[in-house]
């Protein structure tokens, strides 16, 4: 899988630069500066709770939820070196052991991937399914093709490849296509019988080949991408 290159200038970053910017009669701000004495009341009742017993099981099923919540929410990977994250922790979490960008990446990353593939697999193992591919470029100008598998109303991600550097064509997108299809039906025991992708030239050609190749599959146009195109015509002719 290839991830996206996150800039280490984020937005959570900037904020923690620019405290002096905010008001002093801002609400927020206020309520920072001059803290209320039953908000401390209510901490100090908080940090009296007797907290369970922090063992290596529990500081690993803690890295893993963040690094869960940090591919669900969207969020930069540096948000865990955020000063402010660090007081919450040890505030409310005591026990925990500070996780670092260095470690999700290097470390929990890797074994939380490996654990969401696993759980995929099992879950698709002797199913029908549907193979899906898109394209797309990023922010960072890094062009991604996506394949996707559907079955029992479920989506799941099968691979991402980065084709900057690879060439358009329908021959290369094939490659990609025999190597996703490989990998469903050989490692994760699933049945395709079905591949979707956009409505593009090379795709088109791309699918052509592939039913030849595989005369079981129903290969099929997105749908989504022909009403798109239906309605772009339709407003460029009016």
Same mark, same amino acid.
């Given at each position: 899988?290839?991830?996206?290159?996150?800039?280490?200038?984020?937005?959570?970053?900037?904020?923690?630069?620019?405290?002096?910017?905010?008001? %002093?009669?801002?609400?927020?701000?206020?309520?920072?500066?001059?803290?209320?004495?039953?908000?401390?009341?209510? /901490?100090?009742?908080?940090?009296?709770?007797? &907290?369970?017993?922090?063992?290596?099981?529990?500081?690993?099923? $803690?890295?893993?939820? &963040?690094?869960? /919540?940090?591919?669900?929410?969207?969020?930069?990977?540096?948000?865990?070196?955020?000063?402010? $994250?660090?007081?919450?922790?040890?505030?409310?979490?005591?026990?925990?052991?500070?996780?670092?960008?260095?470690?999700?990446?290097?470390?929990?990353? %890797? /074994?939380?991937?490996?654990?969401?593939?696993?759980?995929?697999?099992?879950?698709?193992?002797?199913?029908?399914?549907?193979?899906?591919?898109?394209?797309?470029?990023?922010?960072?100008?890094?062009?991604?093709?996506?394949?996707?598998?559907?079955?029992?109303?479920?989506?799941?991600?099968?691979?991402?490849?980065?084709?900057?550097?690879?060439?358009?064509?329908?021959?290369?997108?094939?490659?990609?296509?025999?190597?996703?299809?490989?990998?469903?039906?050989?490692?994760?025991?699933?049945?395709?019988?079905?591949? &979707?992708?956009?409505?593009?030239?090379?795709?088109?050609?791309?699918?052509?080949?592939?039913?030849?190749?595989?005369?079981?599959?129903?290969? /099929?146009?997105?749908?989504?991408?022909?009403?798109?195109? $239906?309605?772009?015509?339709?407003?460029?002719?009016?």
């Amino acid at each position: 899988m290839y991830p996206t290159h996150l800039d280490h200038d984020d937005a959570i970053s900037s904020i923690s630069g620019v405290q002096s910017s905010i008001s %002093p009669s801002d609400s927020a701000s206020a309520e920072l500066s001059h803290p209320r004495s039953r908000q401390y009341h209510a /901490l100090s009742r908080v940090s009296s709770f007797q &907290v369970p017993l922090w063992t290596d099981e529990v500081q690993r099923r $803690f890295e893993e939820l &963040v690094i869960r /919540l940090t591919a669900s929410a969207g969020l930069p990977l540096s948000w865990v070196d955020n000063l402010e $994250f660090d007081a919450f922790v040890s505030e409310f979490i005591p026990g925990a052991k500070p996780v670092s960008r260095k470690t999700l990446t290097r470390r929990i990353l %890797p /074994l939380v991937i490996k654990q969401v593939r696993s759980s995929v697999a099992a879950s698709v193992y002797g199913r029908e399914i549907t193979l899906q591919a898109d394209g797309w470029t990023g922010l960072n100008h890094t062009h991604l093709v996506a394949f996707m598998l559907s079955t029992d109303e479920k989506i799941h991600t099968v691979d991402v490849f980065d084709t900057s550097k690879d060439r358009k064509t329908a021959e290369e997108f094939l490659k990609l296509i025999h190597k996703s299809y490989k990998k469903v039906k050989e490692e994760w025991g699933a049945i395709p019988v079905a591949f &979707v992708s956009d409505a593009s030239g090379e795709s088109r050609k791309a699918r052509r080949l592939l039913a030849k190749q595989h005369p079981e599959l129903a290969v /099929l146009d997105c749908y989504a991408h022909q009403v798109r195109f $239906f309605f772009f015509e339709c407003s460029i002719t009016q």
